[in-house]
């Protein structure tokens, strides 16, 4: 079993279960130095895509990892997954421990310049093709980003309710991914009335985690996996 400190970035729904995502970090005198991404999965005997239990991802009892907590992860081994080479299986029924947050205020430090969100076809700019992923060699499939005219769409879903869309512009494209941040979510379902459309009352004041999901039919889909808004 190998430890490892986490800056999460990201804890979103997935599949009933949680995505949780975040860059190792080491605390150095009060200063966090951050290193490569970790996604914390599931086994592969217990999870179908890896998605984690919500007691799998708790530092106390019902309190789960929150975007910004700086916690330590018992991990067993690296897993990683074409599309997803940053995956390392937990070792299940050992809690995490919390070990601080970074302060809320300006979050510049923690965003990336990526050129662009792994655009490999101008055309789709929400997905790559599975056929394309082998020409990403090992990039990481997790980004934070500060988005441009960042706002939300509710799209009505053929079988009932409705499917969260976060739409922004980052470099030269424009992208529209499947929001699955669910806390975001809740805070702003009381907020909406009929609005289908909206602009979160922190406009850009804000970072994206964006992931690249596993493989689903010939695609791996762009998530808009947490909103990490700015406090002053």
Sequence with gaps: MNTRTLLILAN???KGG???AGRRASIDGGRVRLGEWIRPVAPSALGDEGELLGSDCEIAPKRQVRPLDIVEVPLAHPSPKAGQPENHEIV???RWRYRGSIQKGSLDRLAELPDGL???DPNRTDRVAVSDVGCMGKSSSLVVIRPRAFHVQLRQKAYGG???RGCFEYGTNSYDLSLTDDV???EMSPTLGSRSEFVPPFGDRCLLCISLGGAFGDFHYKLVAAVIRDFD
């Design 12 to 14: 979103s729904w997935k």
């Design 162 to 164: 409705y499917q969260w």
């Design 92 to 94: 299940p029924g050992n």
């Design 118 to 120: 792994w655009d490999t």
């Design 184 to 186: 975001f979510r809740n």
């Design 18 to 20: 949680r995505c949780v």
